[in-house]
């Protein structure tokens, strides 16, 4: 079992930016689990479906969807457990819930909400 906590969400201006974070915890081979899948965030905003924002591999080999290409970037410590979304010149359209997941699990956290104000 692995689990997942985000944090660092909040209310911001257009153009600001944030830095989310989620940090892993777990029983078992959780480590394992890690270090061997993607990491991945995604956002949810209200009545919409949930999309994949950015991936990092194990490597460092990052990806993200042409919405936020340019303005986030994702990186991970895998000796820390956690996983990063610096996220920089934000728009209104960027407001969601953001969730991180460990790739290829069913490892979700709670998320944490985003908004930001035009």
């Known amino acids: 079992q692995v689990y997942l906590e985000e944090s660092g969400g909040g209310l911001v201006q257009a153009g600001g930016s944030l830095r989310l974070s989620c940090a892993a915890s777990?029983?078992?081979?959780?480590?394992?689990?890690?270090?061997?899948?993607?990491m991945e965030w995604y956002r949810q905003a209200s009545g919409d479906e949930r999309d994949l924002v950015a991936s990092?591999?194990?490597?460092?080999?990052?990806t993200y969807a042409d919405s936020v290409k340019g303005r986030f970037t994702i990186s991970r410590d895998n000796a820390e457990a956690t996983v990063s979304l610096q996220m920089d010149s934000l728009k209104p359209e960027d407001t969601a819930v953001y969730y991180c997941?460990?790739?290829?699990?069913?490892?979700w956290g709670k998320g944490t909400l985003v908004t930001v104000s035009s």
């Open positions: 777990g029983n078992g081979p959780w480590r394992y689990k890690l270090r061997i899948n993607d």
């Open positions: 990092i591999s194990p490597a460092g080999t990052a």
């Open positions: 997941r460990v790739g290829n699990t069913n490892f």
